[in-house]
């Protein structure tokens, strides 16, 4: 590459740097070695119902599908660990760290990113330029491997030596040629698996490998029916995604905190109040959580989720909340909250659930229902 172009990629990388992007690599816009991957991992059903990678897998082939005429790719990595987790109650559930703030991070990236065009057009005003994160079909975490950011974990997520996992990825796609950096080539998880060995669901099958349809942040995320029954207590006091297998790697005993004011946690969300999550009307959800990742939900995945966890806790006193459930107008919350009122199987509990029995129109909920009066068990508090 030429000096000009060196010089221009030490200058975009120093102003993704002052915006917010602690990490920043270039690399060509080639087809990403992971793309055989993914298909066979689409083909062997462990993407369960995110049916819009399936969809869109032509499109994973080559960054051309996302910007005709991409030369080079400035993938970037913004962090978002802000405090540790807060002590988990008996009435309470837990959200991913990334969920903690008053912001969905991709409207947040995406501003960062505009930024970061505008600078581009400043220097090159008839340059063609994009900015993605998370929703385009573009294999970022191959496409950082390449531009030198880190290696894949056998927990499947991108580790940096000096970031760890907790950091968001974006990239810039621009039709001009950049100085590529060098590819990232080694692991460096040697023989440690505490990612595997500490997953709830044993998601894992092999290292490198998620299966997805057992994974508590897809299941609480992007699975949208009932949670299959052998999955519900593994899930713990986890309502909202799943950092154990983060939590645990070692990598992640250093890297940055975040400075954006909007990463950081709300009272509400480091942990989360269950029981008033079942007062919530549609309407009061979506002013409270429409710009936030617990959208992504809606109303009925939250509640689906925070009836398992108080399902898990077994405590008597989320049985009021779960009545209320139980006479939701989503078959999805009445099923969930029939499961847990049999989990707490008071005398309460399992009469409510046989009145119900006499009035439910729905056979999944009536399934459940008779499941939880049938087979009732007390649930272990779970403080996974």
Not at 16 to 33: E, K
Request: overall charge negative; glycine content about 8%.
């Amino acid at each position: 590459m030429s000096e000009e172009s060196a010089d221009f990629t030490a200058q975009l990388k120093a102003e993704a740097t002052r915006i917010g992007f602690h990490l920043s690599g270039a690399c060509p816009a080639v087809q990403p070695g992971g793309y055989h991957h993914l298909l066979d991992w689409i083909d062997s059903g462990m993407a369960g119902e995110m049916d819009y990678l399936d969809a869109r897998r032509e499109a994973y082939r080559d960054p051309q599908y996302v910007m005709p005429g991409v030369q080079s790719l400035l993938v970037l990595g913004m962090p978002y660990r802000t405090a540790q987790p807060a002590e988990v109650g008996a009435m309470q559930g837990r959200f991913a760290r990334y969920a903690w703030g008053s912001i969905d991070y991709h409207d947040l990236v995406h501003r960062k990113l505009k930024e970061l065009k505008r600078w581009v057009l400043g220097q090159h005003p008839d340059a063609n330029v994009r900015g993605v994160v998370d929703t385009a079909p573009l294999l970022e975490r191959e496409f950082a491997e390449l531009a030198g950011l880190g290696w894949t974990g056998k927990n499947t997520l991108l580790i940096n030596k000096w970031q760890g996992s907790y950091f968001f990825l974006a990239a810039l796609l621009l039709d001009l040629p950049l100085t590529y950096d060098r590819p990232h080539e080694t692991d460096h998880c040697g023989k440690c698996q505490a990612c595997l060995d500490a997953c709830p669901t044993a998601a894992f099958p092999e290292p490198g490998v998620l299966d997805a349809t057992r994974c508590i942040s897809y299941l609480t995320i992007e699975h949208r029916s009932a949670i299959p029954s052998e999955l519900r207590q593994p899930i713990g006091n986890w309502v909202f995604g799943c950092d154990v297998c983060q939590d645990v790697c070692p990598w992640n005993r250093r890297g940055s905190e975040a400075q954006e004011p909007d990463f950081q946690p709300l009272t509400t969300q480091n942990p989360a109040e269950l029981i008033s999550l079942f007062e919530l009307t549609d309407d009061v959800f979506r002013s409270r959580y429409r710009k936030t990742p617990l959208w992504r939900t809606r109303r009925r995945g939250l509640l689906r989720n925070a009836a398992i966890v108080l399902g898990n806790a077994g405590n008597p006193k989320a049985t009021d909340a779960l009545i209320r459930g139980l006479h939701d107008p989503d078959p999805l919350v009445r099923g969930a909250s029939a499961w847990a009122l049999g989990q707490i199987a008071t005398p309460v509990a399992i009469a409510r659930l046989r009145d119900r029995r006499d009035h439910e129109p729905d056979a999944m909920v009536q399934r459940e229902i008779d499941d939880a009066i049938d087979q009732p068990k007390t649930a272990t508090p779970n403080s996974q």
